[in-house]
């Protein structure tokens, strides 16, 4: 049985005259903070309602703190007996608030049926009266033009019926004009009072103001969930965003906020209503921790057409969740009817699958193809689609070789996918290496300035790399045939390099006990081709990478030797990986509630791979990000290869929770002037514990080694011990 947090007792508070201080009974209900006669318990002298109220310490020492309406009509300073009780009293609101959210949103109804929730306060938002309802929330932007000046326009969340309304004009001079109607309303429906909810206003005149609503506001469009496809963060102004508001429009729209909080509080609201939008089933489903299995697909077709039936690759009762396939040399006849090689693929793949999935995203670079099919049940939850491709062929431009990439996330969850063909022959190794580093400059996803590999949680990296055995053919043949595969993985180039770091730095891989992959005559022999004598050679592989404390498990990985339309055998791999639970982001108007401390932070070998000595003058310094920080913090110093960072700032998050900034990860960036010298990251995961922990992380710089980083962080909340330092009095100061 879910139960609200409520509490009660004996508080101070101060009355009108500021040196009276009455004993009064206090008590947390219904969504309520409500004072009562200190005699008989029972008479209410006042309340505020919780979603509408801020809470500030005022004293620490004299155990002191307000709580009010954040139009500050209405506000009540409070004295506790002591510094414990103030912090439990506090931490049952914040828990109360959260707890009556969930029901009311996600459950979508009351705990019991003499509860009836509360509407919002008066003035809530500096919204007009009339959108004063629980579950519509308005925020103001400005939509963005190249050519002209920008339009004053207004989102209008509505929880309940899971749209956003798009409104054209100012909302202040909406508002008079709002306002004046009402009031010419009120005048003819004398029985409504003018501090008003809907729900207190019987059915007919309740249509009537719904119907001067419609009246009065320019409605521009109404989006539904299933709409609402994509949207980019603009890290470099924490106030833009770009979104894409329809599957089939490739057209996305500028828009700015006020500030960063606003836009991250509206980014979450859109995946609050895609999220309600499923149903209370599938809701209740995605608050405990999601096992997803990914399918990861490469095969050199050849430029054969490949077989219709494809089913032979997909593991049998798989439950899948998210299928990527990548093809290089797929320039082959369609077969008739399909119209184009593209889309024979993707039928053949898709008839493979299932009809539970859906082709969330493509990505073509000539004969090289990346398709990403998910289940249809997790499409309401996925945002931020992205794709680019990246050419390292002849010129650096042609595309027969180089890479493509999509990305997305699951909620808060970053993944990112590459399909890659890298230049062939043995003797080209260092190439390879440049076309590696080419497609990790050249594919630019989110915040330009991170390393590709330290910006998702996810990176999965497959193809045909074409890093080949050195051993002469013969002996090559010989040593796969007798299944001696430890012996030819000796002589295994991308093995080699993974060891010496020269590239797929921090990237993983599967145990391979297969035969080689590449090259088989094109016949049902199975036997390795003789055609111009080319060591038989892992050149398929899947890799992946993710950011630390995120943890994966791959189920399997194996190539497929029934399929011979191609000198290749197509290769799959599945992996396992965890969703943290879903929760709505606990976003604040103003301050955080708690702040990211880096207590020590000192670099090594930073910038220089050679590990040399040599001291520079120029100071190097380091920039903090993160989704859910406030960009801008920076710290310096002067000395280059061992430099120890001081004067670090602190970092204040847009969310409180817990649970939510357990998921985080704060993002280093080391520079040395204008100079980008390389990235890394360090999670929060079990900074939020207690005590503070010591992280190293690696700097990286288009995927190679440049340093490490190693310090202490810790994740505050406010504590009795903590609240006696100064300085953290002087920034929760009013």
């Avoid at 899971?162 to 429906?189: A, F, M, P, W």
């Avoid at 609201?269 to 939008?277: A, H, L, Q, R, Y």
Wanted: glycine share 6%; proline share 3%.
């Amino acid at each position: 049985m879910f139960k609200l947090v409520t509490k009660e007792g004996f508080l101070k508070k101060r009355g009108n005259n500021r040196k009276n201080w009455k004993k009064r009974w206090f008590k947390i209900h219904d969504c309520k903070f409500s004072y009562y006669d200190n005699k008989t318990k029972k008479k209410q002298k006042g309340f505020v309602y919780l979603e509408d109220c801020d809470i500030h310490v005022v004293s620490v020492h004299r155990n002191l703190f307000k709580i009010g309406v954040r139009d500050k009509r209405r506000k009540y300073l409070i004295h506790a007996s002591s510094t414990t009780e103030m912090y439990e009293w506090i931490e049952a609101i914040f828990l109360h608030r959260d707890q009556v959210y969930f029901a009311r949103h996600i459950l979508n109804r009351n705990f019991n049926s003499e509860i009836i929730l509360p509407e919002l306060g008066r003035n809530s938002f500096s919204i007009p009266k009339v959108f004063k309802q629980d579950h519509i929330l308005t925020f103001e932007v400005e939509k963005n033009f190249k050519a002209k000046k920008n339009q004053p326009m207004c989102f209008v969340v509505d929880r309940k019926k899971c749209v956003i309304k798009v409104l054209e004009g100012d909302l202040k001079s909406r508002n008079k004009h709002i306002s004046k109607t009402i009031n010419q309303t009120e005048k003819k429906n004398q029985k409504v009072k003018r501090a008003y909810s809907v729900r207190e206003i019987n059915q007919n005149k309740s249509r009537l103001i719904e119907k001067n609503r419609e009246d009065m506001i320019k409605i521009h469009k109404v989006y539904k969930p299933d709409s609402l496809f994509s949207y980019i963060r603009t890290i470099g102004d924490g106030t833009k965003f770009r979104i894409k508001w329809e599957v089939t429009n490739n057209k996305f729209d500028n828009y700015c906020f006020t500030s960063g909080v606003v836009r991250e509080r509206f980014l979450s609201e859109i995946e609050d209503i895609k999220t309600f939008s499923m149903g209370k089933r599938a809701t209740l489903a995605l608050l405990k921790p999601q096992k997803l299995k990914v399918f990861a697909f490469t095969w050199n077709l050849g430029d054969a057409q490949p077989p219709e039936n494809f089913a032979d690759v997909i593991p049998k009762d798989h439950n899948i969740d998210i299928f990527a396939f990548t093809v290089q040399e797929s320039d082959y006849q369609y077969r008739e009817g399909m119209g184009s090689t593209e889309n024979d693929w993707i039928i053949t793949t898709s008839k493979a699958i299932g009809p539970d999935y859906i082709l969330l995203c493509k990505n073509n670079l000539l004969s090289i193809r990346l398709h990403i099919f998910v289940k249809k049940t997790l499409i309401p939850t996925i945002h931020t689609v992205n794709t680019q491709t990246e050419a390292t062929g002849l010129g650096h431009i042609i595309g027969n070789k180089g890479g493509v990439g999509i990305s997305f996330y699951i909620r808060d969850i970053g993944f990112c996918f590459i399909g890659c063909h890298l230049a062939a022959r043995t003797e080209r190794l260092l190439i390879r290496a440049e076309n590696y580093r080419e497609i990790i400059s050249g594919i630019k996803f989110g915040v330009n300035h991170l390393d590709l590999t330290e910006k998702f949680h996810y990176l999965f990296w497959f193809g045909d790399l074409n890093y080949r055995v050195e051993l002469p053919y013969e002996l090559g043949v010989k040593i796969a045939k007798k299944n001696k595969i430890y012996h030819l993985l000796r002589h295994d180039q991308l093995n080699k390099e993974l060891r010496a770091g020269r590239v797929f730095e921090g990237f993983q891989e599967g145990e391979i006990n297969w035969k080689p992959t590449y090259r088989y005559d094109r016949d049902n022999s199975g036997e390795f081709s003789k055609t111009k004598f080319r060591t038989p050679s892992f050149c398929d592989r899947i890799l992946w990478k993710c950011l630390p404390e995120v943890n994966l498990k791959q189920l399997s990985y194996k190539p497929h030797f029934g399929f011979n339309t191609s000198d290749h055998k197509p290769l799959t791999s599945v992996f396992e990986i965890e969703i943290p639970p879903w929760k709505s982001l606990n976003i604040l108007d103003s301050r955080s509630f708690c702040v990211i401390e880096f207590l020590f932070l000192k670099g090594l070998n930073i910038g220089n791979t050679k590990l040399s000595l040599e001291k520079s003058a120029i100071p190097i310094y380091v920039e903090f990000y993160g989704s859910m920080l406030q960009p801008g913090s920076k710290t310096e110093t002067k000395s280059q290869i061992e430099p120890e960072f001081r004067e670090i700032p602190k970092l204040y998050p847009f969310v409180t929770s817990k649970n939510l900034l357990k998921q985080q990860h704060v993002f280093f960036l080391v520079k040395k002037k204008n100079t980008i010298i390389g990235t890394g990251s360090v999670a929060l995961k079990h900074a939020c514990e207690e005590k503070p922990i010591d992280f190293q992380t690696v700097i990286r710089k288009k995927g190679f080694y440049m340093g490490k980083l190693f310090g202490k962080v810790h994740v505050r909340w406010p504590t009795l011990e903590w609240f006696t330092k100064k300085k953290f009095l002087q920034s929760i100061k009013n």
